[in-house]
Nanobody, 114 residues
Framework: VQLQASGGGLVQAGGSLLLSCAAS????????MGWYRQAPGLERELVAV???????KYEGSVEGRFTISGDGGENTVYLQMNSLKPEDTAVYYC?????????WGKGTQVTVSS
């Protein structure tokens, strides 16, 4: 399984970014897709995840600002990030789960300037 993410970049505080991630290489649809992030010196943490039955979970600090959505037919997941804060600065990783196994894409840098 390969995951191709795009959409990171530099934005001022209060701005918005849209991350996209497309999965390929599996004959199965993903059980879940989501986004994690890792800031320097910190552990990787869950940002948001969406399951195949539509259940969604957000990390507390992003709830109300970020929206995860999926296009199951295309095995694509999006993360709309609004009202960005400097503390959202991190490398964002796309994750996809198939048959109980997790797959990761290369990270995309999101930098929010104050």
């Amino acid at each position: 399984v390969q995951l191709q993410a795009s959409g990171g970049g530099l934005v001022q505080a209060g701005g918005s970014l849209l991350l996209s991630c497309a999965a390929s290489g599996s004959i199965f649809s993903p059980d879940a897709m989501g986004w994690y992030r890792q800031a320097p010196g910190l552990e990787r943490e869950l940002v948001a995840v969406i399951t195949s039955d539509g259940a969604i979970k957000y990390e507390g600090s992003v709830e109300g600002r970020f929206t995860i959505s999926g296009d199951g037919g295309e095995n694509t997941v999006y993360l709309q990030m609004n009202s960005l804060k400097p503390e959202d600065t991190a490398v964002y990783y796309c994750m996809s789960q198939y048959q109980g196994m997790d797959y990761w894409g290369k990270g995309t840098q999101v930098t929010v300037s104050s």
